[in-house]
């Protein structure tokens, strides 16, 4: 009998003091920052890769992300069907949710655009997209690698 008094008097102090603080810390968790456009900003290297038309396709990306709702960029490399193109500038929009969902609009230099659907994670420091449009399976990943003038 006294074995149960000391073990049912433990727990209930064990509740009592880490009990109290782990329903605090869920609380913290729920009530984090939501992601706005300055959820991404600074440089970002993206690499990609899937099929457009039914022809093999990748890239590598280099973009900066203003905080704002613009990118501005430059696709590195980009190979389609094996055929390779290296330095196509891009610009576009990109619009972060509070929920974190991101949807963006990228126009490359020879004029065509590509659709963006995805979310970003890591507190900013990482998206994951895939291009939504027709005929196309591009899924993208992105992580910064310089904010506010720091390298990462």
């Known amino acids: 009998m006294k074995n149960f008094k000391f ?3 433990f727990v209930l102090l064990f509740m009592s003091v880490f009990g109290t603080s782990m329903y605090v810390n869920t609380q913290q968790a729920k009530a984090e920052k939501v992601c706005s ?12 890769s899937g099929y457009l038309n039914g022809n093999t396709y990748a890239l590598t990306v280099l973009s900066t ?4 709702g613009n990118i ?4 590195l490399v980009r190979s389609l069907a094996g055929n390779v ?3 196509v500038p891009t610009e576009g929009t990109y619009k972060v949710n509070s929920d974190c969902s991101v949807t963006a609009i990228l ?3 020879d004029g065509t655009t590509a659709n963006y659907s995805g979310v970003v994670y890591d507190n900013g420091d990482k998206y994951g997209w895939t291009q939504t449009d027709f005929n ?4 993208l990943q992105g992580e910064r690698v310089i904010k506010k003038g720091r390298h990462y």
């Open 136 to 139: 196309t399976v591009i899924n």
């Open 7 to 9: 073990v049912t008097t």
């Open 107 to 109: 126009k490359r230099s």
């Open 72 to 75: 501005t960029g430059t696709i």
């Open 85 to 87: 193109i290296t330095n």
């Open 37 to 48: 456009n300055r959820s991404l900003f600074g440089a970002y290297q993206t690499q990609g």
């Open 65 to 68: 992300f203003d905080g704002m």
